[in-house]
């Protein structure tokens, strides 16, 4: 498709700037001033407002269609979310203006923290940390802080090998080494093989709860018991708290640390590279470890202050604000019974589809799951195919693909979110759908190979996309696709 350069016609314009009159650029130090034209395309207002609807069209998104993509919480978020985001008293805000003049932003920030307090169960908690994974690398220096200080030198960090893939890349940049432990046919954390690995150079315990198979760790409170016996922390990924929401709270089921995806479980959507934001929420022992600033009461003002022992600064400012926004006008326009419903009907919607899906695709796991499950595309290899091309094909009828091949225990994964927002009729669909791709696998294998059909652009390749960066734009001048090179 042509690009803005492409459609540039000189002299068409689509606003004028005000006249640069009395503005003192020619102040500007010699070295930094423009040698030459900068080059922008030149185009009129509705050719631009056409061009840029026309490439949002092109995008799949949870707007446009179905989007069961597993571990990832791809569900509506309120648009009200987005407007009070937006609101300029907000939006407005420098981060370096006084105190005295920030107490509206302080005061939703404080609001924020008391209501996810009130959600997990902590003591206390930072709003700093842009996304799940920089929460997760704040608990383990946390973790490996507290351990400091109590003169104990523990550097290994137990996880199990149904874990995201971030969280042994955390603890390795905390300076800590991760040790595997495999999971047990039923697919939870096997207690045996924990008491082997536990010891007195254990630093922490890191679960997913429920777990990336959508099971929920039954015995955690065992778990929780023996790591700390062993005098190790237990750490939660919480990326999974859509199942969890006004039903348990990680803090009294024994977890001292937690990080949660403000951006999957509270109206903001997930992906696309941010922002995000993923507080960090510890038990009182850990208070004064927390990174970045928090914000207090003090003489009827609120104010900023950094924790006494704190891990330091993961990010400027206080993090995403916007976000925390987005989440807390979400977390009061829904409420406690609110926060209940999500989750019941979370993981009814999940477990409606696992079991309409029995029979078309593999099940590995038995049982009742929580808002997500792991189905299996290994029937497909008997027709020469994978679970890529039913992913692939499903892109033909308007529907996002799961998330493929992973957990890694499961041969041929597809994991299945269809989140609380999805309604009867749509997962019905997409269980046709889905029992029509695999007639298809049978009949005519070929349509499965060469999907996508009906997108903008067909099957790619997609290490070479991911490997070698192409831009096409007269601004950064010649390229060279081949080479997948952008010269200036």
Same mark, same amino acid.
């Given at each position: 498709?042509?690009?803005?350069?492409?459609?540039?016609?000189?002299?068409?314009?689509?606003?004028?700037?005000?006249?640069?009159?009395?503005?003192?650029?020619?102040?500007?130090?010699?070295?930094?001033?423009?040698?030459?034209?900068?080059?922008?395309?030149?185009?009129?207002?509705?050719?631009?407002?056409?061009?840029?609807v026309?490439?949002?069209?092109?995008?799949?998104?949870?707007?446009?269609?179905?989007?069961?993509?597993?571990?990832?919480?791809?569900?509506?978020?309120?648009?009200?979310?987005?407007?009070?985001?937006?609101d300029?008293?907000?939006?407005?805000?420098?981060?370096?203006?006084?105190?005295?003049?920030?107490?509206?932003?302080?005061?939703?920030?404080?609001?924020?923290?008391?209501?996810?307090?009130?959600?997990?169960?902590?003591?206390?908690?930072?709003?700093?940390?842009?996304?799940?994974?920089?929460?997760?690398?704040?608990?383990?220096?946390?973790?490996?802080?507290?351990?400091?200080?109590?003169?104990?030198k523990?550097?290994?960090?137990?996880?199990?090998?149904?874990?995201?893939?971030?969280n042994?890349?955390?603890?390795?940049?905390?300076?800590?080494?991760?040790?595997?432990?495999?999971?047990?046919?039923?697919g939870?954390?096997?207690?045996?093989?924990?008491?082997?690995?536990?010891?007195?150079?254990?630093?922490?315990?890191?679960?997913?709860?429920?777990?990336?198979?959508?099971?929920?760790?039954?015995?955690?409170?065992?778990?929780?018991?023996?790591?700390?016996?062993?005098?190790?922390?237990?750490?939660?990924?919480?990326?999974?708290?859509?199942?969890?929401?006004?039903?348990?709270?990680?803090?009294?089921?024994?977890?001292?640390?937690?990080?949660?995806?403000?951006?999957?479980?509270?109206?903001?959507?997930?992906?696309?590279?941010?922002?995000?934001?993923?507080?960090?929420?510890?038990?009182?022992?850990?208070m004064?470890?927390?990174?970045?600033?928090?914000?207090?009461?003090?003489?009827g003002?609120?104010?900023?202050?950094?924790?006494?022992?704190?891990?330091?600064?993961?990010? /400027?400012?206080?993090?995403?604000?916007?976000?925390? @926004? &987005?989440? !807390?006008?979400?977390?009061? #326009?829904?409420?406690?019974? $609110? +926060?209940?419903?999500?989750s019941?009907?979370?993981?009814?919607?999940?477990?409606?589809?696992?079991?309409?899906?029995?029979?078309?695709?593999?099940?590995?796991?038995?049982?009742?799951?929580?808002?997500?499950?792991?189905? /299996?595309?290994?029937?497909?290899?008997?027709?020469? @195919? &994978?679970? !890529?091309?039913?992913?692939? #094909?499903?892109?033909?009828? $308007? +529907?996002?693909?799961?998330?493929?091949?992973?957990?890694?225990?499961?041969?041929?994964?597809?994991?299945?979110?269809?989140?609380?927002?999805?309604?009867?009729?749509?997962?019905?669909?997409?269980?046709?759908?889905?029992?029509?791709?695999?007639?298809?696998?049978?009949?005519?294998?070929?349509? !499965?190979?060469?999907?996508?059909?009906?997108?903008?652009? $067909?099957?790619?390749?997609?290490?070479?996309?991911a490997?070698?960066?192409?831009?096409?734009?007269?601004?950064?001048g010649?390229?060279?696709?081949?080479?997948?090179?952008?010269?200036?």
């Amino acid at each position: 498709m042509s690009d803005l350069f492409m459609k540039s016609s000189t002299g068409r314009r689509a606003f004028r700037l005000p006249s640069s009159e009395g503005f003192a650029a020619h102040d500007l130090p010699e070295h930094i001033l423009r040698k030459k034209d900068a080059g922008l395309p030149e185009l009129d207002e509705l050719g631009i407002l056409r061009h840029f609807v026309d490439l949002s069209v092109k995008n799949h998104s949870i707007a446009r269609g179905f989007y069961p993509l597993g571990s990832c919480t791809m569900k509506y978020n309120p648009v009200l979310s987005e407007q009070l985001a937006a609101d300029p008293g907000f939006a407005g805000c420098h981060p370096a203006q006084e105190e005295e003049s920030l107490q509206g932003s302080l005061q939703m920030m404080k609001d924020l923290e008391e209501a996810l307090l009130e959600i997990t169960g902590f003591a206390a908690l930072s709003l700093q940390p842009s996304a799940g994974a920089q929460g997760e690398f704040a608990g383990m220096l946390m973790a490996r802080a507290w351990h400091e200080d109590r003169g104990e030198k523990r550097d290994k960090v137990l996880i199990p090998d149904s874990a995201h893939g971030t969280n042994p890349a955390t603890v390795r940049m905390a300076g800590m080494n991760t040790i595997v432990i495999p999971s047990t046919e039923e697919g939870l954390v096997d207690l045996e093989a924990l008491d082997r690995e536990l010891g007195d150079d254990t630093a922490a315990v890191m679960l997913t709860n429920p777990n990336t198979l959508g099971l929920f760790e039954k015995d955690i409170r065992e778990i929780a018991d023996r790591v700390h016996e062993a005098g190790a922390l237990l750490y939660m990924d919480g990326a999974n708290m859509n199942a969890l929401l006004g039903r348990v709270r990680p803090a009294d089921i024994g977890f001292d640390i937690l990080h949660l995806n403000l951006h999957k479980t509270f109206a903001t959507p997930h992906g696309g590279g941010g922002p995000g934001a993923g507080p960090v929420a510890v038990c009182e022992k850990l208070m004064d470890y927390l990174p970045g600033r928090r914000v207090r009461e003090s003489e009827g003002r609120l104010e900023f202050f950094i924790p006494e022992k704190s891990i330091g600064d993961l990010h /400027s400012w206080y993090g995403n604000a916007g976000i925390c @926004l &987005r989440a !807390l006008a979400y977390i009061l #326009r829904v409420g406690g019974d $609110g +926060m209940k419903d999500i989750s019941a009907a979370a993981v009814l919607n999940a477990n409606y589809l696992q079991m309409k899906l029995r029979g078309i695709l593999d099940m590995p796991r038995e049982g009742l799951c929580m808002h997500e499950f792991v189905a /299996s595309g290994s029937f497909l290899r008997k027709h020469d @195919l &994978r679970t !890529l091309d039913l992913a692939k #094909r499903l892109l033909d009828f $308007g +529907m996002h693909a799961p998330t493929i091949y992973f957990p890694l225990i499961v041969p041929e994964a597809l994991m299945i979110e269809p989140t609380e927002t999805e309604t009867l009729e749509t997962l019905d669909e997409f269980v046709r759908v889905i029992r029509q791709i695999a007639e298809e696998a049978r009949e005519n294998p070929e349509l !499965l190979r060469e999907a996508p059909h009906e997108t903008p652009v $067909g099957r790619l390749d997609e290490t070479r996309a991911a490997r070698h960066l192409c831009l096409v734009s007269q601004a950064c001048g010649s390229r060279d696709p081949e080479a997948g090179e952008v010269s200036p």
